[in-house]
């Protein structure tokens, strides 16, 4: 392969790319040498197996890739605005909405989440660590490398260009040569690796490591709804991860799955997709509703309304969500019978999920409502949620569908639930939590600010495309005729109105880490009712030093009334903890060389890499090292310092 | 206090705004200005649903407004309206248990009637028997077959009105959707499968069609025109096709079927005579033809479609 195939030659806002990576990453090394801290990262952050520090990396890879994800929406935005713009050819316009999408589902909403469940769960339910912690770094590397792999393809061979869906036979070796839907093949396959140990090891978590005491309908919702969506993940992914090897055998070995020859079946790709990708969706939304129903009850001062139906609510979602995924292809002409039992499953999630649209106006209903930015998110998720409900159930009624399939209409329902839902979440949750992270709060004048120009911006975005797409505009395509120019310039401004929120909400993460006070009480906004506000701040590395013996519902209401605090002296016992270790990030590291090499299917090379993996495995089975105690005499050091207790 | 007030005038005004929107264009919105019966029923349906969601939005909507502005943590608010312990209330949850199974119940029948009707071609044209056309999706072209009338023509299409007309889908390549938004909903054209779609056309006029189903650079040109008119005009038009155009041989039949974009063209014979693509045995035969194809890009933009269509050997008919 010549080097000008092997880098993306020709379009000017790709060589911007180029030197925009060039130039960071070479800031990065600068600034890391010069301030002598590549000890600190390596020792603090690389190797760490601590689920609130992978957490926190977690979520800054996310805020990357919404960043990565929001040019990539603006750039199509600019596109659409004005009927004859010549800004992206119809190429690059593919590839810029295949990354998009893909970006956002797989590499910002789901690792957003699961960086919050990895930073709050553990706290939520009394537990030190994750059940396997070395585990847990390892998922996170493989989602790194995995997103790194993925986001490379733009500068490096080419980005994928058969849409987030990856539709066969388009996406086979014959309609998309060259190494772009390789990359959307393995960087998937490697973080969603790590994806499933995630859900494996979190499950495991909740079930086995929860507080003595705490039973599981005494469980705060949100650990509530990471358990559910851990099973999720857990049924899901290995269809994902089937799908996505027998269609890299197809490509780079030349069997025939999905191919037109052969007697292949294009078809089962869309099957097998939709299996994992409908509940992908409840992966993404789940967790958020738990975060709303955290933040909900503590800024209305009150208890959740209707707890066990909002859990049975969640369970029944998940178990539905694997009962509806042919809604996603009412169009393949499977047969009014077919179509009229999965439309109705399909509005059949309607009514879980308007029972807690309702228990949560229950909990509004007679509290004392603070309008604090997370509360401000979680109140205008409501409204803006059941917007893209109803069009979905309107999607779900098949014959509708027909006219409603491809077009901007579903379009804007999957952003007003993405968005609406996850996103908002996304927001809240770290706002939220921010302060058990960082040690203070985001500024929340910034933070007010940020709120109103992204959900203004999301509404004058995405509700004029309902109309676009009933008026007949499909979506991706590259150009819009000018009958639709209105609305589509509308969206545009809307679009950006978005990220103008977003870039004050960046500009708050810096401007509150320089300005905002530090925080001295465990119980940050003075509302918590969790365990994970009984904590000080900093949390300690073990969290908890001591826990009450009976955890009810709503903890920390309980352990407030009755004066206990997670740091009892009379009972302190040392505390056993995993050692950091270097090896989740070589082991993926040389993972993602393997993959990068099948990308280019350079066989040979991506053999060495699978190989190595397989000595990192063997390394790792004789590893002896059992951690190490926290010395109850450095517990009390910690404890006082954390709680101010030393100058007394 | 200031910014709850803004709050709550904000969601109102997003109501107004939305209102005003939706009233203001419905008519003109090519779903619901159906010109057959297929759009109509599809029409019928989405109105119908759209009473239901309209009056759910407003539910929640004022409720929320309503308890949003009530509760809100203010000063001399009565110590009786803050009950921080409530947890549940059996009665009203079964109540919003209920009533959401009824309106699925509702939307469901309607829904369900409706996707039975579409197997069949629409009632009112019973009398007649469906015009048979075999639309074959290309990247990025449509070829359109009339076997009763032995013709063919790329990217455009003639039909007759109050008179069904049984599409039989199918692909040479990738997936794709046949969409006429003014006529009826879609359905996938798939290669080595048919899949069969009727519409109708009650009213004459020239309707934009198109795939609705992205496959690949070319997805956006892949476009065509409908044009609707009354059976004797119809007649008029394919006859003078049929006597006026050229036979459609394999060799440019190959020559149009490669990955790219091409005019409008007319035949008087149809490519089934040696392929159909809706059946196994017609699956791989772009593909075999044009595999190494893709590798090429056409580099379309937003206005050099018309240099970059392929022009075959002179045999293009407008
Ligand atoms: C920041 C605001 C956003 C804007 C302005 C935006 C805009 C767009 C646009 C213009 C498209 C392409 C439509 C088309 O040509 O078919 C698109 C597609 C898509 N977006 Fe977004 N988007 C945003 C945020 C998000 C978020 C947060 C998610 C997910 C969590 C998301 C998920 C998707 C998906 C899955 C697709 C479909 C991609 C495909 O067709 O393969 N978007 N978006
Ligand atoms: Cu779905
Ligand atoms: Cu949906």
Redesign the pocket.
């Given at each position: 392969m010549e080097l000008d195939e092997f880098f993306v030659t020709g379009e000017p806002l790709i060589y911007g790319g180029m030197v925009a990576i060039v130039l960071v990453s070479s800031a990065i090394i600068f600034i890391l040498t010069y301030f002598k801290k590549w000890t600190w990262l390596w020792r603090d952050w690389l190797t760490t197996v601590d689920h609130k520090k992978i957490g926190i990396m977690y979520i800054l890879s996310a805020l990357a890739m919404?960043f990565r994800?929001?040019m990539d929406?603006?750039m199509?935005?600019v596109q659409?605005a004005f009927p004859d713009m010549n800004f992206l050819a119809a190429q690059h316009?593919d590839e810029v909405?295949?990354t998009?999408?893909?970006v956002?589902?797989i590499f910002?909403?789901m690792p957003f989440l699961i960086g919050l469940m990895n930073i709050v769960v553990p706290l939520q339910i009394g537990a030190r660590d994750f059940a396997f912690p070395y585990l847990n770094a390892l998922s996170f590397w493989a989602f790194f490398f995995g997103a790194m792999l993925f986001n490379i393809s733009f500068v490096i061979g080419g980005s994928p260009d058969a849409?987030?869906?990856s539709y066969t036979p388009l996406a086979g070796a014959a309609m998309s040569p060259g190494p772009g839907q390789n990359f959307y093949l393995l960087g998937l396959q490697l973080a969603g690796i790590g994806t499933l140990a995630t859900g494996i090891n979190l499950m495991v978590t909740i079930l086995k490591l929860r507080a003595p005491g705490m039973k599981l309908f005494k469980m705060p919702i949100f650990s509530w709804s990471t358990l559910i969506t851990c099973f999720i993940i857990i049924f899901a992914f290995p269809i994902l991860t089937v799908a996505l090897a027998l269609l890299t055998i197809d490509r780079v070995f030349g069997s025939q799955f999905f191919t037109l020859t052969g007697e292949g079946l294009p078809m089962m790709w869309a099957n097998l997709f939709w299996l994992w990708g409908h509940p992908e969706v409840y992966i993404?939304v789940l967790p958020a509703f738990g975060i709303f129903s955290e933040i909900i009850a503590a800024f209305a001062k009150k208890r959740l309304f209707g707890y066990t139906a909002m859990v049975w609510s969640i369970i029944i979602i998940a178990g539905l969500s694997f009962l509806v995924w042919v809604h996603h292809f009412f169009t393949m002409g499977a047969g009014a019978f077919v179509n009229s039992v999965f439309s109705i499953s399909t509005m059949l999630i309607a009514v879980p999920t308007g029972v807690k649209i309702f228990n949560w106006l229950g909990t509004l209903h007679k509290s004392k409502i603070e309008f604090t930015t997370p509360m401000l998110w979680s109140l205008a998720f409501i409204p803006s949620f059941v917007m893209g409900g109803v069009t979905g159930v309107m999607l779900g009624m098949a014959a509708a569908d027909f006219q409603f399939h491809n077009s901007?209409f579903l379009?804007a329902h999957?952003?007003y639930v993405?968005?609406a839902g996850?996103?908002f979440a996304c927001f809240a949750g770290l706002i939220y939590w921010y302060p058990k992270m960082f040690n203070h709060k985001l500024n929340e004048r910034l933070g007010k600010w940020s709120f109103w120009f992204f959900l203004i911006g999301?509404h004058v975005?995405f509700f004029p495309q309902y109309f676009i797409g009933l008026d007949g505009m499909p979506?991706?395509?590259?150009y819009s005729a000018p009958e639709w120019f209105t609305l589509n310039f509308i969206s545009t401004v809307?679009?950006f109105g978005?990220?103008v929120g977003?870039a004050i909400f960046v500009y708050n993460i810096y401007y509150s880490l320089r300005y905002s006070e530090r925080e001295t009480d465990g119980d940050s906004w003075g509302v918590g009712r969790t365990l994970e506000w009984a904590t000080p701040t900093p949390v300690p590395h073990y969290n908890f030093a001591t826990l009450p013996e009976h955890l009810g519902y709503d903890a920390f209401m309980d352990m407030k009334e009755n004066g206990e605090t997670t740091y009892d002296k009379k009972k302190l016992k040392h505390i056993h903890m995993p050692s950091n270790s270097g090896k989740p990030i070589i082991m993926m590291a040389i993972l993602s060389f393997a993959s990068f090499a099948l990308v280019f299917e350079w066989v040979t090379l991506a053999a060495i890499g699978l190989f190595g993996g397989i000595i990192m495995m063997i390394i790792r089975s004789f590893d002896y090292d059992e951690g190490y105690h926290v010395e109850v005499d450095e517990i009390n050091e910690i404890e006082r310092t954390a709680r101010g207790l030393n100058n007394e | 206090m200031n910014h709850k007030k803004h709050h709550y005038k904000k969601w109102l005004m997003f109501m107004l705004l939305g209102m005003i929107f939706f009233l203001s264009g419905c008519d003109q919105m090519t779903v619901f200005d159906p010109k057959g019966p297929v759009a109509e029923s599809q029409s019928d349906l989405i109105m119908y649903s759209l009473y239901y969601m309209f009056g759910i939005l407003i539910v929640v909507f004022v409720a929320f407004t309503v308890i949003v502005i009530k509760y809100r943590d203010r000063p001399n608010r009565k110590k009786d309206s803050y009950k921080p312990n409530i947890h549940g209330n059996k009665a009203i949850e079964v109540v919003w248990i209920v009533i959401p199974i009824i309106i699925v119940t509702l939307l469901s029948i309607p829904t369900v009637n409706t996707l039975f009707d579409l197997e069949d071609p629409p009632e009112v044209s019973n009398d007649k028997d469906p015009l048979v056309v075999y639309a074959t999706s290309a990247n990025w072209k449509w070829f359109f077959s009339y076997p009763e009338q032995g013709i063919e023509t790329v990217n455009y299409l003639h039909i007759p009105t109050d008179r069904a007309v049984e599409f039989r889908l199918s692909s040479a390549g990738s997936m794709a959707a046949l969409w006429i938004p003014a006529l009826g909903g879609q359905k996938y054209n798939m290669a080595g499968m048919q899949t069969t779609l009727f519409l109708q056309a009650d009213e004459p006029g020239v309707y934009d069609g198109r795939n609705a189903n992205?496959n690949g650079e070319g997805f956006t040109e892949q476009t065509f025109k409908v044009y609707a008119e009354d059976s004797q005009e119809f007649q008029d038009w394919a006859n003078k096709k049929k006597q006026s155009a050229p036979k459609l041989t394999q060799d440019v039949y190959d020559k149009l079927l490669k990955p790219g974009i091409v005019d409008r063209y007319t035949f008087s014979s149809t490519h089934l005579a040696w392929v159909d693509h809706g059946k196994m045995g017609g699956m791989d035969y772009a593909v075999d033809r044009y595999f190494n194809a893709y590798e090429t890009l056409m580099h379309l933009e937003t206005d050099n479609q018309e240099e970059i269509k392929d022009h075959i050997d002179g045999k293009q008919v407008k």
């Amino acid at each position: 392969m010549e080097l000008d195939e092997f880098f993306v030659t020709g379009e000017p806002l790709i060589y911007g790319g180029m030197v925009a990576i060039v130039l960071v990453s070479s800031a990065i090394i600068f600034i890391l040498t010069y301030f002598k801290k590549w000890t600190w990262l390596w020792r603090d952050w690389l190797t760490t197996v601590d689920h609130k520090k992978i957490g926190i990396m977690y979520i800054l890879s996310a805020l990357a890739m919404l960043f990565r994800g929001g040019m990539d929406a603006l750039m199509m935005r600019v596109q659409l605005a004005f009927p004859d713009m010549n800004f992206l050819a119809a190429q690059h316009y593919d590839e810029v909405f295949t990354t998009h999408g893909t970006v956002m589902i797989i590499f910002m909403a789901m690792p957003f989440l699961i960086g919050l469940m990895n930073i709050v769960v553990p706290l939520q339910i009394g537990a030190r660590d994750f059940a396997f912690p070395y585990l847990n770094a390892l998922s996170f590397w493989a989602f790194f490398f995995g997103a790194m792999l993925f986001n490379i393809s733009f500068v490096i061979g080419g980005s994928p260009d058969a849409g987030w869906t990856s539709y066969t036979p388009l996406a086979g070796a014959a309609m998309s040569p060259g190494p772009g839907q390789n990359f959307y093949l393995l960087g998937l396959q490697l973080a969603g690796i790590g994806t499933l140990a995630t859900g494996i090891n979190l499950m495991v978590t909740i079930l086995k490591l929860r507080a003595p005491g705490m039973k599981l309908f005494k469980m705060p919702i949100f650990s509530w709804s990471t358990l559910i969506t851990c099973f999720i993940i857990i049924f899901a992914f290995p269809i994902l991860t089937v799908a996505l090897a027998l269609l890299t055998i197809d490509r780079v070995f030349g069997s025939q799955f999905f191919t037109l020859t052969g007697e292949g079946l294009p078809m089962m790709w869309a099957n097998l997709f939709w299996l994992w990708g409908h509940p992908e969706v409840y992966i993404v939304v789940l967790p958020a509703f738990g975060i709303f129903s955290e933040i909900i009850a503590a800024f209305a001062k009150k208890r959740l309304f209707g707890y066990t139906a909002m859990v049975w609510s969640i369970i029944i979602i998940a178990g539905l969500s694997f009962l509806v995924w042919v809604h996603h292809f009412f169009t393949m002409g499977a047969g009014a019978f077919v179509n009229s039992v999965f439309s109705i499953s399909t509005m059949l999630i309607a009514v879980p999920t308007g029972v807690k649209i309702f228990n949560w106006l229950g909990t509004l209903h007679k509290s004392k409502i603070e309008f604090t930015t997370p509360m401000l998110w979680s109140l205008a998720f409501i409204p803006s949620f059941v917007m893209g409900g109803v069009t979905g159930v309107m999607l779900g009624m098949a014959a509708a569908d027909f006219q409603f399939h491809n077009s901007y209409f579903l379009v804007a329902h999957f952003h007003y639930v993405l968005i609406a839902g996850t996103v908002f979440a996304c927001f809240a949750g770290l706002i939220y939590w921010y302060p058990k992270m960082f040690n203070h709060k985001l500024n929340e004048r910034l933070g007010k600010w940020s709120f109103w120009f992204f959900l203004i911006g999301f509404h004058v975005c995405f509700f004029p495309q309902y109309f676009i797409g009933l008026d007949g505009m499909p979506r991706r395509i590259f150009y819009s005729a000018p009958e639709w120019f209105t609305l589509n310039f509308i969206s545009t401004v809307g679009a950006f109105g978005m990220g103008v929120g977003f870039a004050i909400f960046v500009y708050n993460i810096y401007y509150s880490l320089r300005y905002s006070e530090r925080e001295t009480d465990g119980d940050s906004w003075g509302v918590g009712r969790t365990l994970e506000w009984a904590t000080p701040t900093p949390v300690p590395h073990y969290n908890f030093a001591t826990l009450p013996e009976h955890l009810g519902y709503d903890a920390f209401m309980d352990m407030k009334e009755n004066g206990e605090t997670t740091y009892d002296k009379k009972k302190l016992k040392h505390i056993h903890m995993p050692s950091n270790s270097g090896k989740p990030i070589i082991m993926m590291a040389i993972l993602s060389f393997a993959s990068f090499a099948l990308v280019f299917e350079w066989v040979t090379l991506a053999a060495i890499g699978l190989f190595g993996g397989i000595i990192m495995m063997i390394i790792r089975s004789f590893d002896y090292d059992e951690g190490y105690h926290v010395e109850v005499d450095e517990i009390n050091e910690i404890e006082r310092t954390a709680r101010g207790l030393n100058n007394e | 206090m200031n910014h709850k007030k803004h709050h709550y005038k904000k969601w109102l005004m997003f109501m107004l705004l939305g209102m005003i929107f939706f009233l203001s264009g419905c008519d003109q919105m090519t779903v619901f200005d159906p010109k057959g019966p297929v759009a109509e029923s599809q029409s019928d349906l989405i109105m119908y649903s759209l009473y239901y969601m309209f009056g759910i939005l407003i539910v929640v909507f004022v409720a929320f407004t309503v308890i949003v502005i009530k509760y809100r943590d203010r000063p001399n608010r009565k110590k009786d309206s803050y009950k921080p312990n409530i947890h549940g209330n059996k009665a009203i949850e079964v109540v919003w248990i209920v009533i959401p199974i009824i309106i699925v119940t509702l939307l469901s029948i309607p829904t369900v009637n409706t996707l039975f009707d579409l197997e069949d071609p629409p009632e009112v044209s019973n009398d007649k028997d469906p015009l048979v056309v075999y639309a074959t999706s290309a990247n990025w072209k449509w070829f359109f077959s009339y076997p009763e009338q032995g013709i063919e023509t790329v990217n455009y299409l003639h039909i007759p009105t109050d008179r069904a007309v049984e599409f039989r889908l199918s692909s040479a390549g990738s997936m794709a959707a046949l969409w006429i938004p003014a006529l009826g909903g879609q359905k996938y054209n798939m290669a080595g499968m048919q899949t069969t779609l009727f519409l109708q056309a009650d009213e004459p006029g020239v309707y934009d069609g198109r795939n609705a189903n992205f496959n690949g650079e070319g997805f956006t040109e892949q476009t065509f025109k409908v044009y609707a008119e009354d059976s004797q005009e119809f007649q008029d038009w394919a006859n003078k096709k049929k006597q006026s155009a050229p036979k459609l041989t394999q060799d440019v039949y190959d020559k149009l079927l490669k990955p790219g974009i091409v005019d409008r063209y007319t035949f008087s014979s149809t490519h089934l005579a040696w392929v159909d693509h809706g059946k196994m045995g017609g699956m791989d035969y772009a593909v075999d033809r044009y595999f190494n194809a893709y590798e090429t890009l056409m580099h379309l933009e937003t206005d050099n479609q018309e240099e970059i269509k392929d022009h075959i050997d002179g045999k293009q008919v407008k």
